[in-house]
């Protein structure tokens, strides 16, 4: 199976020519110049490796790592950074960054922390590709969603809402939280659509089950627990 790569990169002359020596290693490669149409097209499909740049347009490459590692822990991100940028290096890395490399950089040295991250994303996928809480379980790697045993279908955005509160079981999440997370700097609307989108989720879970495991916490946001029947 061939190996999917984004490149999060502003200079379009640099991100080309990653384009190309990927292509010519085998992989497949896609571009984004700024960093919310990366984190868009991050969202859109199933990604082996970010090759991330720190200095973008429209949202640094430290908030997209932000965003990517509030839903998921999966994807290695490899973080280009320039030889100033020491904080950003070390920013990078508490936030999740797997990797960094310095430019100008050497194409081999890149390719070859490329092939050591998707060796070590391969071997740990096999364990934790698929988080589960009581009978719901999420498939990272191929999106699937199983409630009680029944597989549901759901839109990208539900999918990246559902697994979130997954990845925060029994943690009270406010809507604001939910909103920064999941919808990231691209939506700029009120926290409303939040409370819309756990209803779509909520409407999919129960046609599986009648049992409630999104709680509503009022005046705060919501919470994915067991659902305690009174005696």
């Known amino acids: 199976m ?16 990653l ?26 499909q199933q990604w082996d490796l970010i090759l991330l740049d720190v200095m973008l347009p429209e949202m640094s490459g430290i908030d997209v790592l932000k965003r990517i590692r ?19 290096k070390v920013k990078g890395l508490d936030l999740g960054a797997n990797d960094y490399i310095t430019k100008p950089f050497d194409i ?6 490329i092939r050591t991250a998707l060796r070590f994303s391969q071997k740990g996928n ?3 590709a698929q988080p589960t809480f009581g009978q719901l379980s999420m498939n990272e790697q191929t999106r699937e969603v199983i409630y009680y045993g029944k597989e549901l279908q759901l839109t990208p ?14 943690q009270v999440l406010a809507r604001e939280q939910i909103l920064e997370a ?14 819309v989108y756990i209803r779509y989720v909520r409407q999919k879970l129960e046609a599986a089950n009648d049992t409630p495991i999104i709680q509503t916490v009022r005046g705060v946001g919501y919470v994915l627990k067991e659902h305690k029947h009174e005696t």
């Open 126 to 128: 096999l364990q934790h």
């Open 2 to 17: 061939t190996n999917r790569i984004l490149i999060i990169e502003d200079e379009e002359n640099i991100a080309r020519v």
């Open 108 to 113: 081999e040295e890149l390719l070859a922390r």
């Open 70 to 88: 509030a839903t998921e822990s999966q994807t290695p991100v490899i973080m280009l950074t320039a030889k100033s940028e020491v904080e950003d």
């Open 157 to 170: 955005r539900e999918y990246d809402l559902l697994l979130y509160l997954l990845k925060h079981p029994k």
């Open 19 to 44: 384009q190309l020596e990927l292509q010519f290693e085998g992989y497949k490669a896609d571009m984004a110049h700024t960093g919310t149409d990366g984190l868009l097209k991050y969202r859109e």
């Open 182 to 195: 999941v919808w990231g700097y691209d939506y700029y609307g009120d926290t409303n659509v939040v409370d």
